[in-house]
């Protein structure tokens, strides 16, 4: 074995895995590996012999440790929850003072503030750190959001910041080409410290739940084309190109028309028409939904785009139920090239209202956590390397920019002004797919959203004094100052009033 030390380690040598310790090692650190299986190790080291900074494998957890400089800077990458914390309770016996273990797995938030806690008592530091980009962020350029201690990631920054993804500083476009190890003159590291704790898993949570709400539009969007006004999957891929090339400029837009314009291999004709309509999840935009509800904050987008994933898991029951229950019987006459810009207008007014709900969801969490989020910045690192990337969010950036303490994103005069202009194509879009039998779930519950956002006096003050009728949980009245509590003695109306 090499007397030379490594800069950092990691653990878990799954194509994850794999390609991060690649992108670590390109970018001029030496890194140490080690997987429970040696022979995938050997192999990995063996198939990578000339990167620059240098792989070492290891075949034990004390070799491992051994072989990195102090204080060890270890990275793990293996499946979320219990064995997370099997690989760490090993870690253990081979760790000093100060050491670091970075989480870069899809943890939990719960799970990441349980973990540093206790790690801290032993006089460890860790790091939960988000890692947005799949397979092929980890290997060029990754969005990174690490939080924990905070002297851990003064440690960590010089790697992360390296090995992230770089955006223009002005445009914030990603850029290309940017050489390992060098900085890139005019640009910024999509990697950026997110706060205490837990708070970087939970930024990438809520991630992962906008991410949800984003595929899902755009899944509705193409189902609008196709059932209302029978375009190919060539012909939608063009306009899918075309929106990438304007204000839906984003990486899922992208990779949207390069399916649809994509021939099945066997020669059937369009790819996308032989794929099972049934998705799968892993259950980070049920996280986000449940910890929504938890708050009570609402964030219904996201909520209805993984109903839609459970919805189209009962495949057989869906075409049982195709056979028996009945459609509208309405056609419509509808001019393509108009509707289709309609269709794009809903989409992005859509998209608005469901990135307004994840940052109030990370607003309110600031408070439940006593964490200080820079929403501006997070915005920021999430246009280069992770999956949401997009134009868009340099929207987001200028309207923190403008106002830090913004309540909603669709207050800001841009996303205000944005939606203004194209409401009356958004709702245009849901009455015609309402009147068609189209589901839109997330175009649908984005919409009303926005309307009851708007809406200075909703219904539940009828819905309070029911309440109030079957469990005495009286009520505020509109004519007092606010946090004063009455009941009306119920069903005698001649009763007076009674303030709690």
């Avoid at 793990?76 to 690989?87: E, N, P, S, W």
């Avoid at 719960?110 to 973990?115: A, K, L």
């Amino acid at each position: 074995m090499s007397e030379e030390l490594s800069d950092i380690g990691l653990i878990g040598l799954a194509v994850m895995g794999q390609n991060l310790a690649l992108n670590i090692a390109d970018h001029g650190f030496r890194i140490s590996v080690f997987n429970r299986t040696t022979s995938k190790t050997d192999k990995f080291v063996a198939e990578n012999p000339d990167t620059p900074g240098g792989l070492l494998g290891t075949d034990s957890l004390n070799a491992f440790a051994a072989s990195l400089k102090r204080p060890r800077k270890i990275i793990i990458l293996v499946q979320a929850g219990g064995a997370t914390d099997a690989v760490i309770e090993s870690l253990l016996p081979h760790l000093d003072k100060d050491d670091i273990i970075i989480d870069g797995g899809n943890a939990k938030w719960t799970d990441t503030i349980r973990r540093e806690s206790d790690l801290c008592q032993r006089g460890l530091r860790f790091v939960g750190s988000g890692v947005s980009g799949g397979e092929e962020g980890a290997r060029f350029g990754p969005s990174l959001m690490p939080g924990g201690d905070i002297s851990a990631w003064r440690e960590l920054e010089p790697i992360w910041t390296a090995i992230a993804a770089k955006v223009d500083s002005e445009t914030g476009k990603p850029l290309e080409g940017a050489k390992p190890g060098h900085p890139v003159a005019g640009g910024f590291s999509c990697a950026a410290y997110i706060g205490p704790n837990g708070a970087g898993h939970y930024v990438k949570m809520v991630h992962n739940g906008i991410e949800y709400g984003d595929m899902q539009m755009i899944c509705e969007a193409y189902d609008l084309m196709q059932r209302l006004l029978g375009m190919t999957p060539p012909e939608m891929g063009k306009v899918f190109s075309q929106w990438n090339d304007g204000l839906l400029d984003s990486f899922l837009i992208e990779i949207t028309a390069d399916i649809l314009k994509q021939d099945d291999p066997a020669g059937t004709g369009p790819f996308v028409d032989v794929v099972m309509d049934t998705a799968g999840q892993k259950g980070t935009g049920k996280w986000t939904s449940v910890n929504a509800l938890d708050m009570g904050v609402p964030a219904p987008t996201v909520a209805e785009a993984v109903f839609a994933r459970c919805l189209s898991a009962v495949k057989q029951e869906r075409i049982e139920a195709e056979t028996v229950l009945a459609p509208p019987e309405q056609s419509f006459d509808i001019d393509k090239e108009t509707f289709v810009e309609a269709i794009r207008d809903a989409l992005y007014c859509s998209k608005i209202c469901s990135y307004a709900q994840g940052f109030q969801l990370m607003r309110e969490a600031q408070n439940e956590y006593d964490w200080k989020l820079n929403f501006g910045e997070i915005a920021q690192i999430w246009r280069g390397g992770c999956i949401i990337r997009a134009a868009f969010l340099q929207k987001i950036t200028e309207a923190y920019a403008r106002d830090p303490q913004l309540a909603n994103l669709l207050l800001d005069p841009y996303f205000r002004d944005a939606i203004a202009s194209a409401q009356a194509n958004w709702r245009k879009v849901v009455s015609t797919a309402v009147q068609s039998g189209v589901p839109t779930p997330t175009f649908s519950s984005a919409l009303a959203y926005y309307d009851g956002y708007r809406c200075g006096r909703l219904p539940q003050n009828l819905l309070q004094a029911q309440r109030d009728y079957f469990g005495a949980h009286t009520y505020e009245r509109v004519d007092k100052e606010r946090g004063r509590r009455f009941h009306l003695d119920w069903p005698d109306s001649e009763r007076p009033e009674i303030e709690i």
